[in-house]
């Protein structure tokens, strides 16, 4: 009879098949690693931070977490599957006031307040819309957040515009910004220009299909979103990368989307 191999033997063992960027910290490198959507893993001197980790496709290139951060309250940000599956025992999971609901014992934190967890201090940033209709994100509702590890600054936008408290953050080393929201929030001009005034070092693009987080829930999906001035999604990256031409930011496209089965 053939053993059943645990769920963590296969995160530990794929996890060696992702590619993963890096940025130079304060005793070493960095690890940034690209998950679904707006999942993204930071991993330095063996502590891994998981920002909105869904399972779907991407958790074979996460590892345990000793820290996860949850922006928001719909399945593709707080996925208790995936949050059951990669923390590490006893790992906290920093999370908004309605997330608690779906996991009881997530540490909230309010727009503007700053917790230290695990060695890693986390700033809250308020994430909201500009343009009012639905889909919609009121403010004090979800989190960005400001991760400080190894000595970087990483700021995570979530679902968010270009509000004020995200225009107001200062020395930020690498961005991830939402893109192509709908209702044309964060169009790529309005992503872009968002971008040059925080000034990072690295910005990556994350939350920009729609489409596919849709089909990745329901396969039988077939409908399109419309983008404005009709561009497709590769379009809208290129319109970005376009905009940020002589700024001296790196763009680093990584990978969200993964062809689905």
Same mark, same amino acid.
């Given at each position: 009879?053939?053993?059943?191999?645990? =769920?963590?033997?296969?995160?530990?063992?794929?996890?060696?098949?992702?590619?993963?960027?890096?940025?130079?910290?304060?005793? !070493?490198?960095?690890?940034?690693?690209?998950?679904?959507?707006?999942?993204?893993?930071?991993?330095?001197?063996?502590?891994? @931070?998981?920002?909105?980790?869904?399972?779907?496709? /991407?958790?074979?290139?996460?590892?345990?977490?000793?820290?996860?951060?949850?922006?928001?309250?719909?399945?593709?940000?707080?996925?208790?599957?995936?949050?059951?599956?990669?923390?590490?025992?006893?790992?906290?999971?920093?999370? #908004?006031?309605?997330?608690?609901?779906?996991?009881?014992?997530?540490?909230?934190?309010?727009?503007?307040? #700053?917790?230290?967890?695990?060695?890693?201090?986390?700033?809250?940033?308020?994430?909201?819309?500009?343009?009012?209709?639905?889909?919609?994100?009121?403010?004090?509702?979800?989190?960005?957040?400001?991760? #400080?590890?190894?000595?970087?600054?990483?700021?995570?936008?979530?679902?968010?515009?270009?509000?004020?408290?995200?225009?107001?953050?200062? !020395?930020?080393? @690498?961005?991830?910004? =939402?893109?192509?929201?709908?209702?044309?929030?964060?169009? +790529?001009?309005?992503?872009?220009?968002?971008?040059?005034?925080?000034? +990072?070092? @690295?910005?990556?693009?994350?939350? &920009?299909?729609?489409?596919?987080?849709?089909?990745?829930?329901?396969?039988?999906?077939?409908?399109?979103?419309?983008?404005?001035? !009709?561009?497709?999604?590769?379009?809208?990256?290129?319109?970005?990368?376009?905009?940020?031409?002589?700024?001296?930011?790196?763009? /680093?496209?990584?990978?969200? &989307? =993964?062809?689905?089965?």
């Amino acid at each position: 009879m053939s053993k059943k191999i645990p =769920p963590l033997f296969f995160l530990l063992l794929l996890h060696s098949l992702a590619q993963a960027d890096s940025v130079p910290g304060a005793a !070493g490198s960095i690890e940034i690693t690209t998950l679904l959507h707006a999942g993204v893993q930071l991993e330095y001197r063996g502590t891994v @931070v998981q920002v909105d980790p869904w399972d779907r496709l /991407r958790l074979p290139d996460a590892n345990p977490a000793d820290l996860i951060l949850i922006s928001d309250d719909p399945g593709h940000h707080l996925d208790v599957d995936a949050i059951e599956r990669l923390r590490k025992p006893g790992a906290s999971v920093v999370l #908004t006031a309605a997330g608690k609901q779906k996991w009881p014992d997530g540490i909230v934190v309010a727009n503007g307040e #700053t917790v230290r967890v695990a060695g890693v201090t986390v700033e809250s940033i308020a994430a909201y819309d500009i343009i009012q209709g639905n889909p919609s994100h009121p403010k004090g509702d979800a989190n960005g957040y400001v991760v #400080t590890l190894g000595g970087k600054k990483f700021f995570f936008a979530g679902v968010t515009e270009c509000v004020d408290e995200v225009k107001a953050l200062q !020395g930020i080393d @690498v961005a991830f910004m =939402p893109m192509n929201i709908p209702l044309a929030r964060m169009t +790529p001009a309005a992503a872009a220009a968002c971008t040059l005034g925080l000034n +990072p070092a @690295v910005v990556y693009l994350y939350h &920009y299909d729609q489409d596919y987080a849709r089909r990745a829930q329901q396969p039988d999906y077939v409908g399109t979103a419309s983008l404005p001035d !009709g561009l497709t999604v590769a379009e809208s990256l290129d319109r970005f990368a376009e905009a940020l031409d002589g700024s001296g930011i790196e763009f /680093r496209r990584g990978e969200f &989307y =993964p062809p689905l089965g």
